[in-house]
């Protein structure tokens, strides 16, 4: 079935239009309503069909995505790699045609190789949110850390916001450097050195060797998880090293403002890249952003499919 000319594919905050972004930031304060009432019931998305295509693990995003189809009314379908015909060596473009053929309006798709949205944008007609792709983007994880921050400072335009841990292999990482910096921010960036691309300068971001220098005077810390399976490749010397010289803990964080937020994409490893009080301090709002997780991907589905139009506002 063709994309109508409201429908949109949701790919990267790279090309993103910044009055694209608004519009799913404006939209989610909305939604968030709904997330919080008794009745999360909306008829807005009622027959249309979502399908969640998740080729890697996945917690948040996939429930989020799920949860955000029906509280809109639509028919959402969950399919995983372990569960599908991929384990008898489905290629993805077959994966896509067939869940094409099936009649659904939107894919909502996770995948380990960087691009595999933009393919299966080119590739099918349902609309293709990308959920995570590889080490690209993360783009609706961005949009709710963009959510988060606006919902608690009231601007993210002039703020000092320090992203800390493994940059080269974080699609998290991306989607809110090209994200934050459309929006104004004051975008640092600190880990090994082994885990910060060589180009990553070029973003027009400010890059630490220390975290302390980058952490003074923040007003947004976003710590990244580290991927412990990648630390077999000797990416730093061990966990505890890692933890002693750039974990995020409490004599650290003291270096940035008093009412510094503090966020995380989860899973966290607790005691590596953050240390336990931190991320339970009353500075962490990392549980209230798997709610804004919901609310935003609400917008996001709201957008792909009705091309941004305006949704009435609830009570």
Not at 72 to 91: F, R
Not at 192 to 214: F, K, N
Not at 282 to 307: D, K, P
């Amino acid at each position: 079935m063709a994309k109508d000319s409201t429908g949109q594919d949701i790919l990267e905050l790279r090309s993103m239009p910044v009055e694209t972004m608004e519009s799913i930031l404006a939209t989610a304060k909305e939604m968030k309503n709904i997330v919080l009432r008794d009745i999360k019931k909306l008829p807005t998305l009622r027959g249309r069909s979502i399908i969640n295509l998740f080729f890697e693990p996945s917690t948040r995003t996939r429930t989020s995505f799920e949860l955000a189809g029906k509280y809109l009314g639509a028919d959402v379908v969950n399919i995983t790699t372990s569960a599908s015909s991929v384990v008898k060596g489905e290629s993805l473009r077959d994966t896509l045609l067939t869940v094409e053929a099936m009649g659904v309006d939107v894919i909502v798709m996770r995948h380990s190789a960087e691009g595999a949205a933009h393919f299966a944008a080119k590739a099918v007609q349902p609309i293709i949110v990308n959920a995570g792709d590889g080490a690209h983007e993360h783009p609706t994880q961005g949009l709710l850390d963009m959510f988060t921050i606006r919902e608690k400072k009231g601007t993210i335009a002039g703020q000092k916001i320090v992203i800390i841990g493994d940059i080269t292999h974080s699609r998290v990482a991306r989607s809110d450097i090209w994200g934050l910096k459309k929006l104004g921010a004051d975008v640092h960036l600190c880990g090994p050195a082994t885990l910060m691309p060589r180009d990553i300068g070029e973003l027009g971001v400010t890059v630490h060797a220390r975290v302390e220098e980058a952490l003074e005077g923040a007003d947004v810390v976003n710590v990244l998880r580290i991927q412990k399976e990648r630390q077999q490749k000797g990416l730093f010397p061990s966990a505890r090293e890692y933890a002693r010289i750039f974990g995020v803990n409490d004599a650290r964080l003291k270096l940035a403002k008093p009412d510094v937020l503090i966020l995380h994409p989860g899973p966290m490893n607790r005691g590596l890249e953050i240390a336990f009080d931190v991320a339970y301090s009353e500075q962490s709002v990392i549980q209230e952003q798997v709610t804004n997780g919901v609310a935003v991907r609400m917008s996001i589905l709201f957008q792909a499919l009705m091309g941004g139009k305006k949704i009435e506002a609830v009570d």
